[in-house]
């Protein structure tokens, strides 16, 4: 299947002098899941901005379907339309995200902005509020929300404009479990509808959920793998490397016992350590 998004050989730096991204290439196939991970600071929220046109490569290019995004193309207003209207954008800190007086406001913005009518922008909210469970919560202002009700709301503006693809930065992040297997369902619900998925996390055990491609981001911020979950999860050396599990080091007696240590599923004494004296 085409690319949807395509990334050539981009790099960014913060004010010129802080490495965000080196050199870093990828494509992604429409109605397909895809995963960034890495360590903090590795360059996946950048990674996203990019993707998203909130900012630009210093050098390299994006393209949206064939077609560069860039701060000239984005001026041409039929291409700016159709881009922002295709491509959603989750922010990881859901208050940056909503800023209207209501839940139900919230999800009316985008479809008012793209220009639909009353009665089919009131549809699309009551649809997706719906869907994500929150129909009870549209009066409330954003500051009267839990963490998993802001996600959701936060989401649900993004659908209510139905885009072709979705970037979620680092969305299960401060999420009880309950609203973390919810989240998940959806993606998968999502993705089976048709949209295409970019997620960046340094939550191994979402995309052992998933069952998506992904691509390892270093903390020199380039490229060191893309592969499937199962060949990205399977590569302890790589996510040593990449500061996405360590090692514990444990002493019994005169014996050290190492072991790999995750919040994913590596924790385990399966290695053959050698012995050391004490």
């Known amino acids: 299947m085409a690319d949807i998004i395509q990334i050539d050989d981009v790099s960014y ?28 600071g590795c360059g996946k929220s950048t990674l996203l901005h990019i993707m998203n046109g909130l900012i ?28 922002r209207s295709s491509v959603g954008y989750v922010f990881q800190d859901s208050d940056v995200h909503l800023f209207c007086p209501t839940v139900f406001d919230e999800l009316l ?13 009131f549809g699309r909210v009551r649809e997706i509020m719906a869907m994500l469970e929150i129909s009870h919560l549209q009066e409330r202002p954003s500051y009267m929300l839990s963490g998993g009700e ?20 680092e969305p299960m992040n401060g999420l009880d479990p309950r609203t973390k297997s919810f989240l998940i369902e959806l993606m998968i619900l999502l993705n089976d ?25 270093s903390e020199d911020h380039r490229v060191e793998k893309i592969g499937t979950a199962d060949e ?7 996510l040593l490397r990449v500061n996405l599990i360590h090692e514990h080091v444990h002493y019994h ?5 190492i072991h790999i240590h995750s919040h994913y599923l590596f924790h385990r004494h399966d290695r053959k350590p050698d012995d050391v004296d004490s």
């Open 13 to 40: 730096a913060y004010h010129d002098n802080i490495p965000a991204l080196s050199r870093v290439s990828m494509g992604i196939s429409e109605g397909e899941i895809f995963a960034v991970i890495g360590s903090n």
């Open 56 to 83: 630009y490569p210093r050098s390299g290019r994006v393209y949206f379907q064939g077609k560069e995004v860039s701060e000239g193309s984005l001026r041409d207003r039929t291409f700016l339309k159709y881009f």
């Open 109 to 121: 913005f985008g479809p008012l902005q793209l220009g639909l009518c009353q009665e089919e922008a």
């Open 150 to 169: 802001k996600k959701r709301v936060a989401i649900g503006s993004i659908l209510t404009m139905n885009p072709r693809l979705l970037l979620l930065d």
């Open 193 to 217: 509808a048709g949209k295409t998925l970019v997620i960046a996390t340094h939550d191994l055990s979402l995309i052992s959920e998933l069952r998506c491609r992904v691509a390892v981001l």
């Open 232 to 238: 990205i999860l399977q590569d302890e050396d790589l």
């Open 253 to 257: 007696g005169n014996h050290a016992h």
